[in-house]
């Protein structure tokens, strides 16, 4: 991406194109094609102008991918954190005004982390892994999800009865595996296919129950929760702003 841009200094050409490609001055790289020139008596003639490139990188894109998203909705005060990994980055979005839209299980964060990472990885064949966090959310999950665990497992190992939680993505599902291996008497597989897969939590110990109650169970098998798919999440958000 390049553009010359002209103005009265060099600073205020640059200045430009840093509200221009909506990016920082230190990611854009200038070349001075003309600088004012001093006349008579010091008055300044002439204007500057400056060609300015900028080549933005995948956290780049995708940052301004989620921004313009949070502005569509009508949250404007909003800052972002970035910290490359090693196979791509971690975004922190912080604002309080857009914490209080996240729903309990984080389904916006993981349709724009989701959204984010189909738009970014669009530069080139080279996958690059984007998480979004805000304020801390994915770490009260966690624990959320780690005590779901231990509860689900407990009543499991008392009624020896399989429990199917409801249907979760990959990380959250590996939280759950991972606290349900710390716990005798009990195991955890996955079953299904995304976005439906979901984990059942298992006695080691054979018992008998009732199988009529077992169908009735809102938590058995067979029980499946309505999803939404990430397009459709942002793209409801956006029209209830309209």
Same mark, same amino acid.
């Given at each position: ?7 009265? $200094? %060099? ?13 920082? %001055? ?11 020139? =001093? ?9 500057? =102008? ?50 209080? %839209? ?28 984007? @998480? ?30 399989? @429990? ?22 009990? @195991?955890?597989? $996955? ?12 006695? @080691? ?14 938590? $058995? ?7 939404? $798919? ?13």
């Amino acid at each position: 991406m390049k553009k010359i841009f002209t103005a009265q $200094s %060099i600073d205020a050409a640059k200045q430009m194109a840093v509200a221009e490609f909506q990016a920082d %001055i230190e990611k854009i790289n200038f070349s001075i094609l003309e600088e004012p020139k =001093k006349g008579l008596f010091g008055k300044i003639k002439g204007e500057a =102008k400056v060609e300015a490139e900028y080549i933005p990188t995948k956290p780049d894109i995708a940052v301004k991918y989620i921004k313009d998203i949070i502005n569509a909705i009508g949250i404007d005060n909003v800052d972002f954190d970035v910290v490359e990994t090693e196979n791509g980055c971690e975004i922190e979005i912080r604002g309080q005004e857009f914490e209080d %839209i996240i729903d309990k299980k984080g389904d916006l964060l993981d349709s724009l982390q989701y959204l984010s990472s189909l738009v970014s990885n669009k530069v080139d064949r080279e996958y690059f892994r984007i @998480t979004i966090d805000c304020n801390g959310f994915r770490a009260k999950r966690k624990e959320q999800l780690e005590q779901l665990a231990i509860k689900i497992a407990n009543n499991v190992k008392k009624n020896g009865r399989s @429990t199917a939680l409801e249907p979760m993505n990959p990380y959250e599902r590996r939280i759950i595996h991972a606290a349900v291996s710390e716990i005798e008497g009990v @195991t955890s597989k $996955s079953k299904g296919e995304d976005p439906y897969r979901k984990v059942i939590i298992s006695s @080691t110990e054979k018992r008998k129950f009732n199988d009529r109650n077992r169908r009735n169970d809102p938590r $058995s098998e067979e029980h499946t929760s309505e999803l939404q $798919s990430p397009l459709n999440l942002v793209c409801r958000l956006l029209l209830e702003k309209k």
